[in-house]
């Protein structure tokens, strides 16, 4: 437990400051001010980013790598500059491990697509985990459809953590893959993946981690966690929607065949052949999304200057707050870890008598933007026993007084429906 | 009033919050003729459905939905209506509600306002997402009606794509 004056002399993030970068934050919904808690689905954008990406088109568009000149080189540098960032935010890899894609679900489709079918068979066992979302599921389905290898999942116990005993046993020798989110988009659950990935590796298993939910709001090194493969999307971290990447160590990328192909992904064409150009370029098919791509750096730069720690450590007190909000209403269910050492500013959970849907529509009525639904998590959700849940998520904008409108929602629309 | 209020409040009309407390219909039926599931995956709404058929007569209709409140009113109003009608009138009737629901026409030779509190759904129409969950119960019926005429066996069925056609 930290003294109090070691809290006052950490920069404390000014959520109300922050918000004043966040353009959209002041508009209003059906004559309610916008409440914004829907940030696990996607997350607002600062004035700095999208100034980014409008300036990138206003002052410097053309295409990257090919062109000799200026805003051709100009262009690059925006596109490359990207790259840099990143292999330095992932604890200082190389930058041509980073390779960008379409958002976290192109990345590990990337994966299965082309490392698993070329190494995977038959014996093999694949181990994901019971809280996976789709993105993180449905290509390990299609690969097990396509080479006969088994899928595995570690469970969940009854407070939504895993159940690390279960680890030790799924986790055999005949184990050639171990695929895990870093944090829930349903529970808010943040695994251990250093411990699971030990596990993994002494199996000789590779580990490859969903880092969708837990990049944003928190500082991550790849290698300290132990992952070969890493996969996150910048839109839920302030970047542009269509941007994303896959890390995956040099080895098993240099080793792993395109699955796109086309221009700028090959070094020599002939009529009848073709070679591949050097990571990361070889899984660069394509004119990408320059645009998008050279306005996250500006998405980053803003996280830099807020400062991670700074944003966990808010998400950390907001999450209790909400948490201690929503345990006083007795007519409500929670789902997910209790503790916020374990879990992130995403909260489930189920007003009795009113189902998420309807529940959604009365809080979009009050401005109130909350998820509902299976969250691309069938399997999980149906494991709750539901098939819908109503989902709210913070990031650094999110104020204790947006939990206070929420709270008092949440009454009304028991009123609403119930009596 | 804002005038989305006034638009929640017309689909969540009394009458609707009134059936999805106390949904009509739900009771086991003695050997059914047809039996057939439905659901939106994307909702989490899910209806089963069981008709006893007396030639092509509904003699009797039981059915037991989980999911939102438009989706558990829609049945428990299908319910109230359904029996004692024959399979063509209830084809009818389920065309003039997607009708009414979509386009705001009512093809068909039907008065919707003559039947039970059907018509009062017509609010769901301002809210386009949550029109599958008003015809739920309804493709449910219909499809299960046209396989048994067809001699065929029972799938579930989703109004995912055919409610916006």
Known sequence: MESATHTMLKERLDSRKIRHDFPILSRSVHGHPLVYLDNAATTQKPISVIEAERDYYLLANANVHRGIHSLAE?????????????????????????????????????VASSWGVANLKKSDRIVLTQMEHHANLVPWIQLAERTGVELVYLPIDSSGRLDLAAADSLITPATRLVAMTQMSNVLGTIN?????????????????????????????????????????SGHKMLGPTGTGALWGRRELLEAMEPVQFGGEMISLVRWDRATWAE??????????????????SAAFAYLESVGMDAVLEHEHTWTEYLLARLTELPFLQIFGPD????????????????????LAQYLDSRG???????????????????????????????????????????????????? | MHNHDHQLDEMYRDIILDHYRSP?????????????????????????LKVRLAG???????????????????????????????????????????????????????????????????????????????L????????????????????????????IA
């Open chain 2, 136 to 163: 739920l119960a309804w493709v449910t019926l219909i499809e299960g009606l046209e396989r048994y005429e067809n001699g065929e066996t029972v799938k579930p069925s989703t109004t995912e794509e055919s409610a």
């Open chain 2, 24 to 48: 009509r219909g739900r009771k086991d039926v003695s050997d059914p003729t047809v039996v057939n599931e439905g659901m939106n995956p994307s909702c989490g709404d899910e209806i089963e």
């Open chain 1, 74 to 110: 100009e262009a690059t540098g925006a596109y490359e500059a990207t790259r840099d960032r990143i292999a330095a935010w992932l604890g200082g890899v190389a930058r041509e491990e980073v390779i960008f894609t379409r958002g976290t679900t192109e990345a590990i489709n990337l």
């Open chain 2, 56 to 134: 092509d007569k509904v003699e009797e209709l039981g059915l037991h939905c989980a999911g939102c409140a438009i989706s558990v009113a829609s049945g428990s109003m299908l319910s109230e209506i359904a029996e004692g009608r024959t399979i063509g009138e209830l084809k009818r009737i389920a065309a003039a509600v997607k009708g009414m629901l979509t386009t705001g026409e009512v093809q068909e030779d039907v008065d919707l306002d003559e039947l039970s509190d059907i018509e009062v759904l017509e609010g769901v129409r301002q809210f386009p997402v949550r029109i599958k969950c008003a």
């Open chain 1, 279 to 296: 990571i990361p370029y070889k899984f660069e098919a394509g004119t990408p999304n320059i645009a998008g791509v050279a306005a996250w």
């Open chain 1, 368 to 419: 109130v933007a909350v998820r509902a639904g299976h969250h691309c998590a069938q399997p999980l959700i149906r494991l709750l026993g539901r098939t819908a849940t109503t989902r709210v998520s913070g990031y650094l904008y999110s104020t204790e007084s947006e939990v206070d409108i929420l709270i008092d929602s949440l009454q009304a629309a028991r009123r609403y429906f119930v009596g």
């Open chain 1, 339 to 358: 503790d916020v050492k374990d879990r992130g500013a995403v909260v489930s959970f189920e007003v009795d008598g009113i189902h998420p849907h309807d």
């Open chain 1, 192 to 232: 251990p993946v250093e411990q699971i990935a030990e596990l993994a590796h002494r199996q000789g298993a590779l580990v490859l981690v969903d880092g969708a939910q837990s990049i944003p709001h928190m500082p991550v090194d790849v290698n300290a966690i132990g992952a070969d493969f890493f996969a996150f």
